[in-house]
């Protein structure tokens, strides 16, 4: 067990050395001049252009350019926010815990509510709660989050005044000695809800068809026969043997969440990296693009790590097959 | 109510496992449609909401170089003087007296005593030497060094070949002496520019730039607490030398979408809020008592590229633009009468500014007459002109106008959508080199409030490229009168050179397609009080004369 975790980590090292190349060279090939840009909109001395270029050394070659960057980041050094001038990586300290706290909070819902579903259509397969569900699913999934979210703003901040419209909250706690902020309670919500529901749809859908599948094999027919109470023979039965795929859905679901929430960010004004990424591309924070995507990168594929991890815990045969 | 607050907790805390089955727990309340109980601030404490788009990128003052910058750098900081924000007048600030020869070469100004930093710390004339020696410094390279670089010893400092600032003096503790190369008729409104904040020392000069999350200065506001793109608080300064400000704290929050920012202003969240998302006519009619608008010294134009062919030389060509484009359309129904229709390019309101100068107006006929004339009839044997824009609804509209016009005449127009640093390559070039955009739109807004913040810095032809005439246009006559304009004391006698120049480049050489001046729009709630629009932009409308009157409670939810 522990070897293959060892073997699987340091799989990872050339996953994460193309990451950081590719994204180089997309960073790289943004056209538009940073230099430029954070001498002013307006007007801007070309002394001063020309004085910044140098010191960040976008003059240089293209070589040499890449090979500093690889040497920093080996030093664990991810380069100095253009904009901000403050280390990238305490930018993405306190821009990550948003995106988690959101994606984590999220997929709880979006597991609980979508596994619960699921089963639900299958009790009811063919049947119009089937229907219904399938078909609410449907729209969930079909969604955009831009649309979504506003929609809901309207309907359960605006006009009912349940939930905040919008924003992190200014008085949440923080967490002491890492100066994480965490979001207000009621904060959470509405952009917490929003990307449940998008989530929820794929992962009741998948539920549905793995369950109905495992629900036809002989072990559950001879289970029911055998007199188990139906509550037995699709919650310890079925469902476990139906989570394998529910669970591959969760964790690409999840990693997408932890980068793909841009929209979601951006309607609900939430600080998270998503938002942060976008304005660093808008504003040619080269260094704050690179460091918030390899961030990214990061979590998506310790999340798919974990997402294999669970398979031994949720199916013997897979450690059987591993040993 | 004026605030939503929770009971603020502190204390050390356990960590993970308690704060995601908190969020856990709820996110399902939420979900369930639970509310929970707000407790109320008292009501005695004065707090503004304001919406920003985002952080403001440089709160180094020496740096301030865009709207949301300079609206921070002015109420952090303060300079010698400052601009009464309605009428631009130049009103005393860190200095409450100055003399200045006849000649306009020196300049002496009396500090106030009794001045302070927001660390305690006295305010002396070497904290004006120390803060405007650092905006020249060229280690710093301050975006904005122009505005000290016509005194004494300034090139030879900013280049690195002196190692002092011989214009630079302090006579005593409370008076400071500077000195110019040449007559700068408007030195004082430079002087009132956030650029030129005065800094302590002992917080600016931090190689570390721990200044950057902690600003120091002598203003109304301090940073109370900065989180970013959340929000950032500024507490008023009991010490400030005009007097404590009658606002305990003004928050600003940090949200991006304006549709969203809509419905928090209009759920009570805000009580100040700019860029508005929607039909501004719609959102003046329903919210009338809220809705302001007036004049902001700032020009919108179609730059075309006088270096590259076909606008090089064509002179007719440039006219035929000009005729065709329906401006009055384009104010009356995209901008829907938030702009007016620009005949020239200096804005009402600025000094100088010529209501005689006719400008172009709608006329097709004429448009393909100087078609015509220009050598391509009816178009013809031209090229498809690419016309480069940044993404934005709005100005994506007036484009999609400006090529069905051009369109109508017979000019083919392609439109470039593209971001704004691709924009602004694209436009700008540099000082050699012509940018690869023929035909653009550009906004160019007064940093002070003199004929010169816009003639010299866009028709100059020294100017070319990034330091602002990015038309490229070249006429020795208007370099002439531009020049011998700035050296001129005396308004009155300024004036007459501004008006023939501005008049050579619209009538005589069409430099670009004049479009139209903007308003300053905003909403705020009737209950805050002391709200002061100037001309000089959103970020000049100072936060220490506003206070809040009534009962929000009753008027914001």
Redesign the interface.
Known sequence: MISYVLRRLLSLIPVLWAVVTIIWVCVFL?????A??L????????R??A??RS?WGLDDPAGRQYLGYLARLARGDLGTSY????PVAR?IG??FPPTA?LA???M??AAAGGIGLGLLSAAHARRWLDDLLTFLSLVFVSLPAFWLG?ML??L???RL????????????????K?GI??????H???P??TL?LISMGTVARITRAALLDVLGSDFIRSSAARGSAPATVYLRHALRNALIPVVTVIGVDFAALLGGAVATE????W??LG??IV?GI???DLPLVEGGVLCLSLAFVLVNLAVDLCYLAVDPRVRLRNS | MLT???????G??S?APA??L???A??????A?C??AEPTRPRWEQILRVRMR??P?DTDPAQS??TLSDRLNLEVHDGLVDFEPLTLEIISAVAEAWEVTSDGLHYTFHLRPGVRFQNGRALTSDDVLYSFRRILD?KV???R??ILSGVQGAKEFLSGTSPRVEGLEAADPLTVRITLTHPIPYFLQLLATPAAAIVPREVYDDPG?GF??HPVGCGPFKVARW?????L?LAAFGDYYRGRPKLDRV?I?????P???M??Y??G?LEWMDEMAGSETEIARSLPRDYRKGPYLATYYYGMNLARPPFRGNVNLRKAFNYAVNRETICAQIFEGTHTIAHGILPPGTPGFNPGLKGFDYDPEKAREYLAKAGYPGGKGLAPIDLWVNNNQKMLQVAQKVQADLKAVGVPVRIQAV????F??AV?G??QTPGEALFYKFG??ADYPDPDAFLY?LLHSR?A????NMARYSNPKVDELLDRARSLLRMEERIPLYREAERIAVEEDAAWLFVSNYTERFLVKPYVKGVVLSPLGMSRTPFDRMWLEGSPGSES?
């Open positions: 943004l056209p538009g001049d940073p430029s840009l001498a002013g909109g307006q007007r801007s001395d070309p001063v252009i004085r910044i010191e904009l901000q001038g403050r930018v306190e821009a706290f984590v909070s999220a709880l819902l506003l703003i309207l359960f901040a605006s005044g349940w939930l905040p419209v919008l924003g992190y909250g200014m008085e949440g706690l923080r967490i002491p890492t902020l965490l979001p207000e309670l009621r959470f919500g509405l917490a809800f449940a951006f309607v609900f004004a600080p998270g938002k942060a304005r808008a504003d040619r | 939503q607050r929770w009971i603020a907790r502190t050390p805390r960590a704060l995601l908190g969020a856990m709820l996110s399902l309340c939420s979900w449609g509310s929970v985002e952080d990128p170089a865009d060229p390279h301050s975006q060094s122009e730039k950057l999350e989180e970013r793109s959340n929000y608080e928050v929050r940090f949200i991006e979408n549709a969203s920012a419905e928090e209009k759920s969240g971001d704004f640093a691709n602004l390559q700008r540099t000082p160019w807004q810095w100017n490229g990034p330091a602002g939810r």
